[in-house]
């Protein structure tokens, strides 16, 4: 049986967030893109993460805080909450590594550059 994708859209990990991962401009809408970006924090795929900012906010970035971001919690599950064009609201729960369970609530935005989906910034919610 395929390893089912982690971001919950019941496909498995191949036909879904990998192919994103391989080519970003995979991504057909900022939500493809926001659950592409989930998977990459469960996967540790930081340069996907590094390379999915928008140059805008990528200049802030470092791919060792990310790396930690990713590697020192346990992603347990993601939902949307609801996604427009240029914005996808969502819950990601984690474990931390004292074991608690948290969720991060963010609404994200994203710009498409080049006819690729960038992420730009988050609003951080609740
Ligand atoms: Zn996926």
């Not at 900012?53 to 930690?68: D, L, S, V």
């Not at 369970?101 to 498409?112: D, G, P, R, T, W």
Request: hydrophobic content about 35%; charged content about 25%.
């Amino acid at each position: 049986m395929k390893q089912l994708c982690p971001c919950g859209s019941g496909e498995s990990y191949q036909d879904c967030c990998n192919r994103i991962h391989e080519n970003p401009k995979a991504a057909a809408s900022a939500e493809q893109l926001m659950r592409a970006r989930y998977t990459a924090f469960c996967l540790q795929h930081i340069d996907f993460l590094y390379d999915t900012f928008h140059p805008q906010t990528r200049r802030y970035q470092q791919k060792a805080a990310i790396a930690a971001w990713a590697k020192e919690n346990q992603w347990q599950e993601l939902q949307i909450i609801q996604a427009s064009v240029s914005r996808v609201e969502f819950k990601a729960y984690y474990i931390d590594r004292s074991g608690d369970l948290h969720v991060h609530h963010e609404k994200s935005a994203f710009k498409q550059l080049n006819s690729q989906w960038y992420y730009v910034d988050g609003e951080i919610k609740g």
